[in-house]
């Protein structure tokens, strides 16, 4: 890690600020006086500030019941962003591990922890998700059939990887992904015939949205469901 990071990170400067601190030698690294804000920092390093110890604070795990017409953005200047529905002494530093349509709401993560969100948006990974997906029409045992077996989407020469289909009643399913492809679930729907009007994912490997969260609510994880991933 670079030193400016790591005093940004562990005061409320900002990047630009700390590598001004740095220069103007107030800061020290095992109690020398450090002027590159480039310098790396180990676990084990003593970093101060005007001679105060420094420290980078706790990973942080959040998950959101993300509403319709909210985008799975930390900052945009026209819409509504995750983000922005948390307070602001909550959301420094967090990033989304997983992102949504507008219009889909559900289950959301944030986190500062960039390993953590890796498990979960690594292809490589596979990672399921399920979603409750409803249709414009009833869907039929062979369009489930083709879903299972995995579908070619418009413009891709791959087919999606099979995906888990549960059948809630004939305008609603649950289906679980382990790949996360652009549009994916309203595309595979389009691919057998059928439109989706209404898309929520409810869970996010072994981590499911907590019922007593309202659209726009957020809790912290406990630590059980943080370390359940990966």
């Known amino acids: 890690m670079r030193l400016d990071y790591f005093v940004a990170n562990a005061t409320t ?9 740095i220069s103007t030698g107030r800061v020290r690294v095992d109690g020398e006086i450090c002027r590159k804000p480039a310098s790396p920092v180990a676990k084990d390093t003593r970093v101060s500030l005007d001679d105060q110890p420094l420290s980078l604070p706790e990973e942080r795990y959040l998950m959101l019941y993300k509403p319709a017409g ?9 819409q509504p962003t995750a983000l922005d529905l948390l307070p602001a002494d909550v959301r420094h530093g967090l990033h989304i591990a997983g992102r949504l349509d ?8 944030l986190t500062t922890d960039g390993q953590w969100s890796h498990r979960i948006t ?7 998700k399920t979603y409750r997906v409803t249709l414009a029409k009833p869907i039929d045992d062979f369009a489930i059939t083709q879903l299972q077996q995995g579908v070619l989407l418009h413009g891709e020469s791959r087919p999606t990887r099979p995906a888990d289909v549960h059948l809630l009643n004939a305008g609603e399913i649950d289906l679980t992904l382990s790949e996360g492809r652009y549009h994916q679930v309203k595309r595979m729907l389009a691919a057998v015939g059928n439109h989706v009007t209404g898309l929520h994912r409810w869970r996010v490997g072994p981590l499911i949205l907590d019922d007593s969260l309202a659209p726009g609510d957020y809790r912290e994880l406990t630590a059980e469901e943080v370390t359940s991933v990966g």
């Not at 400067?13 to 601190?21: E, V």
């Not at 909210?70 to 026209?78: E, F, P, R």
């Open 70 to 78: 909210v985008i799975s953005a930390t900052t945009d200047s026209q």
């Open 102 to 109: 507008a219009d889909t709401t559900g289950l959301l993560l």
């Open 13 to 21: 400067l900002s990047r630009r600020d700390a590598k001004k601190t």
């Open 122 to 128: 690594s292809p490589r990974l596979k990672c399921h």
